[in-house]
């Protein structure tokens, strides 16, 4: 992580955690209040809510020797502990503030986490990881503007402290804040995708078999953050008298959510809302937010006893939606019709009386190949591109004992199924290199072979979408291939070629830098970029439709153009030998499984 084990930038955050540690026991000895009555609140532009810490343990009170106990913590997480590497990783780190099971917590604005700690070596790093209920982790780290990386706490003093973030600004959730040492190769992982994903402005997170290795856990606590409106409804008559007001927040909840790639209808229900008066708007997430069931029929009624029930999945590939979300909103408004964006609007939150949203994790066959996890595309219905029917059987995608990928086009009970892989893993800037081992120049004129990047999340970006393709695009005569930046249509953005391969083998190849991508054929397997004498084609584009890094995967799949039928009616098999990625940030895990 660093060249010195403390540089300039460690040295100021090691006087923020000090000044963190010397504000939060200012607090709690009530030094900062103003002389006979309540503390003066600071400016709000210096704000800063620090937690008083509430024991997790029975140790003695060092201020009155009894013994404290620590309080019935009302929250339960469903986390597993991260697992502890083969060799203990040295040092001590607690989180002092916030408090284990503190509730109410900011949710979506800065909020300082700090703690104390011993022993760690200069050479480990401490890391904050806000656990949430998506079951992802996502790493924290102090206001980075320029996306340059800013450095993770580091032990001074005894002290350490990080700014972090609780979600979005909404509904009150439960998150777990996870403290954990980390390993230079660790770190600089973390470092990466941070780097990643605030350029991308997208934080997808990490699921827990994505953390690296060279990581250890040392201390967790469970918090809340946000929280409803509540408001007091009309007292039903009751022989039972109450005592005080009756309380009751307005929800809804998912009671049956669809399995991924399913065809079943969505349920819920809502509490402490008058069914007449309300209706459910339903809205899911596929490559961007779409309204269900129809932009004619954007509302769910909700039946006398607070359940309600929609058809979300009709249309398209519906059923491939990981995200889905629902907004109770009065009778008569009118929810904002939602094709493909790829965020909702703020006033939708604002104007819902409740809202709830649940991700659907994406249920793939999966392959190892090239040192890589690929996702195998499948779709019963039509899909782009295409659009096609996309199959993920064995025997129409595998790795041969030689470590080859073999993809094909069938044709089963007169429907023909074509096939797609995608890393799971995120790559970005670098070399992307592939090496074919048939012949991809001798294609049927309506089959699509595409070697290329995608990012579901990015629209903005033409989906971070470079393609190497070979493809005659329905008429025998075209040239076979094609290096292409999105979009394909303006003027510069396109260069085709023609190609004859001496033999079954070549090599295909991009470049992706920040200005510029660079594109390479060559006969034979050879070094990527090659020498000019293996040539096939070759072609630099440096234009304003450069896509900057983010999310993306890398990908290979078999098509047909339109989804016509082969021309010979023959089914289509191609053999890529390897896929090679070479990151230019120098660091860029394999993660197989």
Not at 123 to 133: K, R, S, T
Not at 241 to 246: C, E, I, Q
Request: charged share 20%; with cysteine.
């Amino acid at each position: 992580m660093r060249d010195s084990p403390r540089s300039g930038r460690s040295a100021m955050r090691a006087c923020a955690a000090a000044v963190l540690l010397a504000l939060a026991c200012a607090l709690l000895a009530g030094n900062l209040g103003a002389q006979g009555g309540e503390p003066e609140a600071p400016p709000a532009s210096h704000a800063l809510a620090v937690t008083p810490a509430a024991p997790r343990d029975g140790r003695p009170d060092a201020t009155s020797g009894r013994q404290k106990t620590a309080p019935t913590c009302e929250l339960v997480s469903s986390r597993q502990p991260i697992p502890s590497p083969a060799t203990p990783l040295r040092g001590s780190v607690r989180i002092s503030s916030p408090a284990n099971c503190a509730l109410g917590l900011p949710a979506g604005v800065p909020m300082a986490v700090w703690g104390t700690c011993e022993d760690v070596p200069d050479d480990l790093d401490i890391w904050v990881l806000v656990y949430a209920p998506n079951g992802r982790y996502y790493p924290q780290l102090d206001e980075d503007p320029e996306c340059d990386g800013e450095p993770p706490p580091s032990c001074s003093n005894g002290t350490w402290g990080v700014t972090t973030y609780l979600g979005e600004t909404g509904q009150s959730t439960q998150f777990d804040i996870v403290c954990v040492v980390a390993d230079q190769s660790a770190s600089r992982f973390f470092m990466d995708r941070m780097i990643q994903w605030c350029r991308a402005r997208s934080w997808p997170g990490l699921r827990p078999y994505e953390l690296p290795p060279g990581i250890e856990e040392k201390d967790s606590i469970s918090v809340r953050a946000g929280s409803l409106p509540a408001f007091t409804p009309t007292p039903t008559p009751s022989s039972t008298p109450t005592v005080g007001p009756t309380v009751c927040v307005p929800a809804v909840e998912f009671t049956h959510v669809p399995p991924y790639a399913s065809f079943e209808r969505l349920q819920g229900r809502v509490r402490c809302i008058d069914p007449a008066s309300h209706k459910v708007a339903v809205y899911i997430y596929v490559s961007g937010w779409w309204t269900k069931p129809y932009w004619a029929w954007p509302l769910t009624d909700i039946e006398a006893d607070g359940t309600w029930i929609t058809d979300i999945t009709t249309g398209g590939t519906d059923q491939l939606a990981t995200k889905i979300a629902a907004f109770v909103v009065a009778e008569g408004y009118d929810p904002p019709a939602m094709g493909g964006e790829r965020s909702l609007p703020d006033k939708l939150y604002t104007d819902a009386i409740a809202w709830t949203m649940t991700e659907r994790e994406a249920v793939f066959r999966t392959i190892q190949f090239s040192g890589y996890t690929w996702k195998v595309k499948a779709s019963e219905t039509r899909a782009g591109p295409g659009p096609n029917y996309f199959s993920d059987r064995a025997e129409d995608v595998w790795v041969d004992e030689q470590g080859k990928l073999h993809m094909r086009i069938a044709n089963r009970s007169g429907r023909w199924y074509c096939t797609e892989i995608i890393t799971e893993l995120p790559l970005g800037y670098g070399k992307y290199i592939f090496r074919t081992a048939s012949r991809v120049d001798q294609l049927d004129k309506n089959v699509v072979l595409g070697l290329f990047t995608w990012d579901d999340e990015a629209p903005e970006h033409n989906y971070r979408e470079i393609d190497i393709e070979f493809s005659r695009w329905g008429d025998a005569d075209n040239d076979v291939g094609q290096y292409v930046v999105q979009p394909w249509e303006p003027s510069g953005n396109m260069y085709r070629f023609g190609m004859e391969l001496r033999d079954v083998v070549s090599t295909h190849g991009f470049d992706w830098q920040e200005h510029r991508v660079v594109f390479q054929s060559l006969h034979g397997h050879q070094p990527f970029p090659g020498s000019k004498d293996d040539e096939i084609a070759s072609w630099t584009y440096t234009g304003k439709d450069i896509p900057p890094e983010g999310n993306g995967n890398a990908r290979i799949n078999l098509w047909l153009m339109n989804g016509l039928a082969p021309s010979d009616g023959e089914g289509v098999e191609v053999v890529i030998d390897s896929f090679s990625f070479v990151s230019h940030v120098g660091f860029v895990p394999l993660v197989t499984r």
